[in-house]
């Protein structure tokens, strides 16, 4: 059986001489000095057998090698980005390799290789060598964890090369010397080499990959120096595994996340409990780790154990404002209370991923000396800490984004160790700043591989694609039964569902939800699903896109467009002709033609009896009157059922706490040529609710079904209640203004919500809305054998069960979705299930990647539309820029300030009543403000400002102030927005402004004007833009032809579907 442990790094003798017998007979075979048989053109004598102990996923490696190559385990953990150029083929990984990583670096770097091995794009494979009989070594008494690793990983190496019939080279590659002068001339045919050995002689015109090695080695001798010369430790070390274990077990230590204070990074981190440590534990809340010393090495998103400190020790949140603060969630906890109070004192697993730093200007590099080569680096994220990297070309690099990656972080070292990998782009550069996001967020953008691309279907004029005879045999064709249409923005292209309802002949209706087969065209465990997987769901920044699955099918076969054939997954219901209760309810693949592909505001002129709106949908344009007129009342009667049924169904949810909070809905407004035209706030139509209540439906019957069929495999979607702590914050607000929140459950929530109305003001509600969307928990996928039943239920929504079905173009979820829907159905026709389903092991690990990728997604479209706003005000000189003056809400109070909600921006940020001088504000008779030496005094829904000459001001919950929008510029991080009260009273409209102010500023105003400003400055330099040209159509995929292009569809597809407003 494998060994389980911790590993580190073993070091030995020097072993140049064996190592060089080894490079010059692998030498002899490069340069054709071997006979020609020993070569052969390709692996045929292996792929029936070797690659059945390969987890590969089909791939077999390339035949064009002159040799494969066996990285041994610390090769693996600490060059695997070199090992992930393409350039390298013919890589075998030894799963006695990849289990050192998984332990050894953590479940990111894990996850990495894991990646690589199923990436189309790389010639590797993983080789099971522990559990192939004649491959797996015991270990011996005495013998180290390192040494039998190697040892395990070179016996691998000569088992295969001799089931390859002795004709393909081995060549493993080590850092262990004592393993070189043993094993380099111990079989012919498997040579043993140091990596960089390997590099330099195979591959010495690689340029990018020796510059990271000498990185990483340079990295690697400095830590060796360092631990050599420091006797004194700045933290303490870190307990043994097994010590951790038991501790975790009796009670002792705790186990949870480190979550680090981005507002306070230097004094404020909080591990939040898991696993067992949140069940057998009595704390209610997150742990307090305060300061780096008690956080003893660990990084933000590290599973730590902690150890509670006395009652005595404990110490509690800091509430005043800081640099950068922002909305910070509820904590329910008054300002000085105590907390628990913890201190690290061992790390479980290293979550360390790649991290964009700025190198310090070249006045901080001068005092460091001239000769200066070990730089701290200033990470973009303000919850990392600087890291230490040697390079000679800090100069240089001082005005760029770099990627950097931590190697270590000794017990005698203030900061972390890592080494350099590649630049971004230049400080403040849009490009750079969004290839940032990226990194930051582990999005990537490549494009889809030849492999990927060669398993999609053909649709050209030349070759159209067709519905297959096959198809129309197996699937219930509703070309001709069936008005069949969608209601989408605006110029959507990407349209993956569409209704349909009608009379049956009992006089009953049937209602229809009809959704793109995209698995029709993703075969499981293909080369398109895999990277499907990988990427989870499409990412939509303020300026562009990038697609879960290549265009011909999200924009084209996948897409419901009118007129044409498609295949769908459809559900259809019998509905009760006068009370709209469901009676039956049919699931199965279908063949559609969508009649019409209306958009909402046409949609609503129908449903309101305005049929001159009939002269804007093209399909009616060629029409003869009579034809015209008979499918016009046709398809009214139609949207009105449909609106019928949504408001049935509706009110059912409503009577079960169903939430409706504030979220912000565009419609998007495209010109001819895919371009930004605008994005306008989406008004409050019925027909977005009659889609979106058609979809949760559909979501919800699809959940009871694969519920029923698949007890303990099912992707079902739960959104728990929230902690009644985080609602303290809601409640204070709103008793402030006179209004009762009761939080017992989601319908007292809903109806107070719903009663919290100001007439005066209707920004109260809006924002006590926001508050509760805060407080909210996060909507999660899992599988249903990890739960109990209880704990399936949606809490927003107001249902027993739901999932995702309607949006399998841009959400991995909804493709498993729709696979078990088929299964399911499958199963009621004792019919063989074709494809292996996800045990539920495997679909709770997919469903922690998904609901990861997601908060990724969620997260980088905060921060572009962020960098967007900065940008937009940057330029502009708030002291005579009038778009820089505007109204402000106050949301909240804090020690030194308070927060604020600029409604005509849509931004949320601090305000500050004493400045860093120790000056209060001030508002004279005029109003205006300015600062004075004095003291504030914070109460429950209110804040005084009082001058040391008598004068105070009182700022309230929900005053209206008159704010000046400047920008806070930071080199090694991004621009943040400062505001600052000027006046104490409302903003007064001037008339020039009147047109502008009185509606909120569109996203699209911002990807405008930046955009302009961008392209102006790339024009003065024609070659920079032919660059960053080149680079956004090969990484940006999607289409059009200026630099930034629209996003053709921003919503979520359940429109109201309140995930859209919180993350459910």
Not at 67 to 95: N, S, T
């Amino acid at each position: 059986m494998p060994e389980a442990g911790w590993f580190g790094s073993s070091e030995g003798p020097q072993g140049a001489e064996a190592e060089a017998s080894s490079r010059r007979n692998l030498a002899r075979r490069r340069n054709g000095e071997v006979p020609s048989w020993e070569l052969p053109a390709s692996c045929c004598c292996c792929e029936a057998d070797i690659n059945c102990f390969a987890a590969t996923d089909g791939k077999l490696l390339s035949s064009d090698v002159t040799h494969y190559v066996i990285p041994d385990w610390k090769v693996v953990q600490d060059y695997l980005e070199i090992l992930e150029f393409p350039e390298l083929k013919g890589i075998i990984f030894m799963q006695t390799a990849c289990q050192a990583v998984q332990h050894q670096r953590g479940r990111r770097q894990y996850n990495k290789l894991r990646n690589l091995l199923k990436d189309a794009r790389h010639d590797c494979i993983l080789f099971a060598n522990e559990f192939q009989q004649c491959c797996y070594l015991p270990r011996e008494g005495g013998e180290s964890m390192e040494k039998w690793q190697t040892r395990s990983i070179y016996n691998a190496a000569v088992w295969y090369y001799h089931h390859c019939q002795d004709r393909m080279p081995i060549v493993m590659v080590t850092e262990d010397e004592e393993a070189i002068q043993q094993y380099g001339s111990e079989t012919e045919g498997v040579f043993v080499i140091s990596f960089k050995n390997y590099l330099d002689n195979f591959w010495p015109d690689l340029k990018a990959a020796h510059e990271l090695c000498d990185s990483i080695l340079q990295s690697r001798r400095e830590r060796e120096n360092e631990s050599q010369e420091s006797h004194g430790k700045e933290y303490p070390e870190h307990l043994p595994l097994e010590v951790l274990e038991a501790g975790i077990k009796s009670g002792r230590y705790i186990q949870g996340i480190l979550n680090v204070n981005k507002h306070r990074a230097q004094i404020e981190a909080f591990v939040r409990l898991q696993g067992a440590s949140s069940k057998d534990s009595d704390l209610v809340s997150d742990i307090l780790i305060h300061g780096m010393k008690a956080r003893n090495r660990s990084i933000h998103g590290d599973v730590v154990v902690v150890e509670l400190l006395p009652k005595n020790e404990w110490k509690g949140r800091t509430v005043a404002l800081c640099e950068n603060d922002c909305d910070d969630k509820a904590s329910g906890e008054s300002p000085s209370e105590p907390m628990p109070t913890g201190r690290v004192v061992g790390i479980l697993q290293k979550n360390w991923r790649d991290y964009v730093v700025t190198f310090p200007s070249k006045e901080e590099v001068q005092s460091q000396g001239k000769n200066a080569q070990k730089i701290l680096v200033t990470p973009w994220d303000y919850r990392i800490p600087k890291i230490r990297i040697s390079t000679q070309q800090a100069e240089t690099l001082q005005d760029f984004r770099v990627v950097v990656r931590i190697d270590s972080w000794e017990s005698t070292s203030v900061y972390p160790n890592g080494h350099f990998v590649r630049v971004l782009g230049r400080i403040g550069d849009l490009e750079g700043e969004i290839a940032t996001i990226l990194v930051e967020n582990s999005i990537s953008v490549i494009p889809f591989s030849e492999a990927q691309m060669c398993e999609m279907p053909v649709n050209t004029q030349e070759n159209p694609w067709k519905v297959s005879p096959e198809e129309e045999q197996k699937r219930k064709d509703l070309r001709k039964s069936h008005l069949v249409f969608s209601i989408d923005p605006k110029g959507c292209e990407d349209v993956d569902d569409t209704l349909s309802v009608r009379t049956l002949n009992n006089g009953n209706l049937e209602l229809g939800v009809h959704i793109a087969d995209v698995t029709h065209f993703v075969a499981p465990n293909s080369y398109i699903d895999i990277e499907a997987r990988t990427r989870a769901t499409t990412y939509y920044l303020a300026d562009r896109r990038y697609d879960m699955l290549p265009s011909v099918l999200s924009a084209d076969l996948c897409s419901l467009l009118g007129g044409v054939d498609r295949y769908a997954v459809s559900i259809m219901w019998e509905l009760d002709k006068a009370s709209y209760e469901i009676k039956k309810v049919w699931y199965g693949r279908t063949i559609i033609r969508s009649a019409y592909k209306l958009f909402y505001e046409a949609a609503q002129e129908l449903l309101d009896g305005n049929l001159s709106v009939v002269d804007d949908i093209p399909e009616f344009k060629d029409l003869d009157e009579k034809s015209r007129q008979a499918k016009l009342e046709e398809l009214v009667w139609a949207i009105g059922k449909l609106t019928d049924i949504a408001r049935h169904v509706r009110a059912k949810r409503d009577g079960c706490g169903a939430l409706e909070l504030e979220g912000v809905e565009v419609r998007v407004q495209l010109d001819d040529k895919k371009n930004i035209h605008d994005l306008i706030p989406k008004q409050p139509l019925e027909v977005h609710e009659t889609v979106a209540e058609c979809m949760i439906l559909a979501n919800h019957w699809v959940a009871k079904k694969i519920w029923e069929s698949f007890p303990h495999q099912a992707l079902l979607r739960q959104h728990p209640p929230p902690h009644q702590e985080f609602f303290s914050e809601l409640r204070e607000c709103a008793k402030a203004k006179g209004f009762f929140i009761d939080t017992r459950s989601n319908k007292t929530l809903a109806d107070s919500l719903d009663n919290a109305n100001d007439p005066h003001d209707p920004i109260v509600n809006r924002l006590l809305r926001s508050m509760a969307t805060q407080a909210m928990s996060n909507a999660l996928y899992f599988s249903t054998g990890s739960c109990a039943e209880e704990e399936f239920h949606h809490y927003g929504l107001a249902l027993d069960k739901y999932t995702h079905f309607t949006s399998p173009i841009r959400r991995y979820s909804d493709i498993v979705v729709h696979r078990l829907l088929m299964a399911a159905i499958s199963k009621d026709k004792k019919m063989e299930i074709k494809g292996n389903l996800f045990s539920n092991k495997d679909l709770e690990e997919l469903c922690r990647h998904i609901n990861n990728r997601n908060r990724a997604a969620q997260h980088s479209q905060k921060q572009s539309t962020e960098l967007f706003q900065c940008m937009y005000f940057k330029d502009k000189d708030p002291a005579t820029e009038e778009r820089c003056i505007s109204d402000g809400v106050i949301y909240s109070i804090r020690t030194n300030g308070v927060l604020l909600f600029i409604p005509r921006f849509g931004i949320k940020g601090a305000a500050y009543l004493k400045n860093k001088d120790g000056l209060v504000i001030s508002c004279g008779p005029d109003s205006c403000s300015e600062w004075k030496p004095g003291s504030l005094q914070r109460f429950q829904n209110k804040i005084t400002s009082t001058t040391t000459d008598g004068e105070s001001v009182t700022f309230h919950l929900f005053d209206h102030v008159t704010v000046r929008i400047s920008i806070q510029a930071s080199r090694c991080h991004s621009d943040t927005i400062r505001l600052e009260i000027i006046s104490n009273k409302p903003y007064k409209i001037p008339n020039t402004e009147l047109i502008h102010q009185s509606s909120p500023l569109l996203k699209s105003e911002l990807v405008k004007e930046v955009t302009k400003s961008v392209e102006e400055a790339q024009l003065a330099q024609e070659v920079k833009v032919n660059i960053i040209q080149e680079e956004y159509q090969e990484y940006c995929q999607t289409k059009g032809t200026s630099l930034y292009t629209l996003l053709e569809e921003i919503r979520d597809l359940a429109l109201l579907d309140v995930s859209n407003n919180y993350g459910i």
